[in-house]
């Protein structure tokens, strides 16, 4: 039995126009949001099929809105677009996961948003990347069930680094390219890693970067995650590890992630409340 | 000055050049308004004008709830029939006409005028958060409402204010989520929906 061939429908409107579906469908990470006018939203998504598109949803400040509930960020979400003159429109939205964890704590909240604020610096529009979908993804999955909310971030900003090209030296002095002693190093994010000591007497500003400083940075750039899970890391370590890396991702962008900030502010009112007196009543 | 502009006098272009600068304002309407205001009696003119003149001289904040008020302490703040145990903490001044509105609220107001959004670099300290936590110390409230927006930023803002009251041995409840009137539970999306579960109520 021949197949049943079914002509092609020419357009009717202008067949010089390439042909492309009108709307198209794809999961997305919500990363931001901007206000549009009176009651619309510019949204900044990180789509599995397209990379990162700026949308617009509109209606969503309205309480009746269909759309609005799922288009917060840090959402995952299957998004229908339909193809519009500059951006494209949400047509429909429906929450694959919403990461509650993340949303009803201070402290993963603040992760959550830095994590996303970096794959907006880091990344250019349409240019997909299905495996730093996943790193996001992965990422706040684990911000929002750890105890520790730190490890999953280091080891975010390590792989998306990683991917894109920036990847520190960690092995050699980045000066000398004489194999790193398992002494006290320094850490120069302009020279784009660790720094051995010789090398420093002459560098300006290089930061001290201890023995197991370095043994952790290298397991974020080489290791699973789980095998940095286990590690149980003291405070000041995590310290100098996120600081060292801090650093280096602002040298990376060329500018300050405005989000790291809000981490310091939330984590400067943490003590707060085991300190301070109880009000009289 | 863009092109459509140079052609037009002076004066007609400044103004199109002012209106432009309005939110929600293009280039056609800025036009539009500009050579309506040119055809209208001068006295409806000069009452806009005279209006927004006052509008910047004749307005403060008011120095308990940050409201935008012309006498200082704002009407709200100086009725003595008004709860002074309960402060209502909103994003924007706007937002006191809806709950007032709805009659249901009988205390206090705090505008925090603006709203948490750490990816905007906007931190609590450039919100009227100390102000609120002044008002705190005379120890007269009992109870703050966080009526923020039920998002993203207005819950992260939340929850941060709770951070820093909850110490002072104040009460801090936040607005209730659930489904809004006329909507479709097909649509609903699952935070509210599971909300709206968790604070069911008998009927």
Known sequence: MSPLRIPRRRSCYDPRMPERPRVYKSPALVLRQRKLGDADKILTLYTAS?????????????????????????????????????????????????????????????????????????????????????????????????????TPVRFYEMALLHALGYR??????????????????????????????????GADAARSLSVNGLKLLRLLLHG???????????????????????EYVRWVLERDVRSAGFIDTVRQRRPARARAPQAPT | MNEATTSAAAPVARLIDEFHKLPGIGPKSAQRLTYHLLRIP???????????????????????????TEDDPCAICRDDS???????????????????R??????????????????????????????????LRGGAVHEVIMATNPNLEGEATSMYISRLLTPLGVRVTRL????????????????????????????
């Not at chain 1, 000066?175 to 000591?197: D, F, H, I, Q």
């Not at chain 1, 590690?231 to 310290?239: E, G, N, R």
């Not at chain 2, 001068?42 to 006052?54: H, S, V, Y």
């Not at chain 2, 989520?177 to 009927?203: C, I, K, W």
């Open chain 2, 82 to 100: 008004r709860d002074r145990s309960m402060i209502c903490v909103i994003e924007e001044p706007l937002d006191i006409l809806a709950v007032e």
């Open chain 1, 50 to 150: 397209e990379g990162k598109i700026d949308v617009v949803a509109k209606g969503v400040r309205k309480t009746k809105s269909r759309l609005a509930g799922h288009v917060e960020p840090l959402t995952q979400a299957t998004f229908l677009l339909a193809k519009g003159k500059s951006l494209d429109i949400v047509t429909q939205v429906e929450t694959i996961e919403s990461f509650q964890g993340v949303r009803d704590d201070l402290d993963r909240l603040s992760r959550g948003l830095y994590c996303a604020e970096l794959l907006d610096r880091f990344t250019e529009p349409h240019e997909p990347s299905f495996p730093l979908y996943r790193l996001l993804l992965d990422t706040l999955r684990r911000v929002a069930r750890g105890s520790d909310v730190d």
């Open chain 2, 42 to 68: 001068p006295e409806d003119a000069l009452a806009l004008a005279q209006a927004i003149i006052e509008l910047k001289e004749r307005t403060v904040l008011c120095s308990v709830c940050q409201n935008v």
């Open chain 2, 176 to 203: 209730a989520r659930g489904l809004p009137m006329g909507s479709d539970l097909e649509y609903a999306d699952d935070v509210t929906l599971s909300r709206a579960l968790e604070n069911r109520q008998d009927v």
């Open chain 1, 168 to 201: 520190p030296e960690l092995d050699v002095c980045v000066a000398c390219r004489r194999a790193l002693e398992p002494l006290t190093n320094y850490w120069s994010a302009a020279a784009g890693g660790a720094v051995c000591r010789q090398c420093r007497m």
């Open chain 1, 224 to 246: 699973r995650f789980d095998d940095v899970a286990r590690v149980s890391i003291a405070p000041p370590l995590a310290d100098e590890l996120e600081r060292a890396m801090r």
């Open chain 2, 102 to 135: 709805t009659r249901a609220f009988h205390g206090l107001y705090h505008v925090l005028h603006g709203v948490i959004s750490p990816m905007d670099g906007i931190g609590p300290d450039d919100l009227k958060v100390n102000e609120l936590l002044a008002r």
